[in-house]
């Protein structure tokens, strides 16, 4: 008899555990589902720590990329080719602590010859011939050695190539009241390895006037 129903049989052994069997069923492929869901999870979360761990890499020397975080910063082998923070770095620090250098060097300085006209510029002058600085440069500086005219304004162009690409230009005044002539300042952009430098000199009044002039650089 039933205990809660004394009126109604017990129901047979066999189907009350086959009813709890069931249920350990149901409850067992619930828990595989549940699994299932976290095995996803846990490969979803692995996948998105590998793509975060990609974003830490170093990308390689002097990439163009600029789709995360680490191409703007780039590679400490990023040279002045680069575009990265680093490389723009690298080439400030060369600007600033490189070891100057002058052309020539131990050696007479060019000599630049104005044109007749007043202020037309000369033809090309070379003062850097073609495969002598082996270095990606830039100029900082016209060094003045002579002039042969005092109270008079020059004007200097450099150019850098074969296609003599004009690169800075300067002037300078000879005084015979003020102690000869002072350097020029000069800043250009870098300029390939091996590249010429020639030059145009013009003065004021004309008169085909001479200077003669070096050239402080440093290489990167």
């Given at each position: ?15 009350v555990i ?14 595989n ?22 974003f ?9 990329d ?38 020539p060097?131990?050696a ?11 202020w ?20 900082h ?9 005092a ?40 300029i ?17 006037k ?11």
């Amino acid at each position: 008899m039933s205990i809660n129903n004394p009126s109604m049989p017990d129901p047979p052994v066999h189907a009350v555990i086959s009813a709890q069997v069931a249920d350990v069923d149901t409850n067992v492929d619930s828990v595989n589902v549940n699994v299932d869901d976290v095995d996803t999870s846990v490969a979803g979360v692995a996948a998105q720590v590998t793509v975060v761990d990609g974003f830490h890499d170093v990308p390689t020397a002097d990439s163009a990329d600029n789709n995360q975080m680490r191409d703007v910063l780039g590679n400490k082998s990023d040279t002045y080719d680069g575009d990265s923070i680093f490389a723009h770095a690298h080439i400030v620090e060369d600007h600033i602590h490189k070891e100057q250098k002058v052309y020539p060097t131990l050696a007479d300085g060019a000599n630049l010859a104005t044109a007749n006209g007043d202020w037309e510029l000369s033809a090309f002058i070379e003062i850097v011939p073609i495969n002598t600085i082996t270095s990606v440069f830039d100029i900082h500086e016209v060094i003045i050695e002579d002039v042969g005219t005092a109270d008079k304004t020059y004007e200097l162009v450099l150019y850098a190539g074969a296609g003599d690409v004009e690169v800075g230009r300067t002037r300078f005044a000879a005084s015979a009241t003020k102690g000869g002539v002072p350097n020029a300042t000069m800043q250009t952009p870098i300029i390939a390895a091996n590249s010429r430098i020639r030059a145009k000199l013009a003065i004021q009044d004309g008169g085909n006037k001479i200077a003669v002039v070096c050239l402080r650089y440093h290489t990167y």
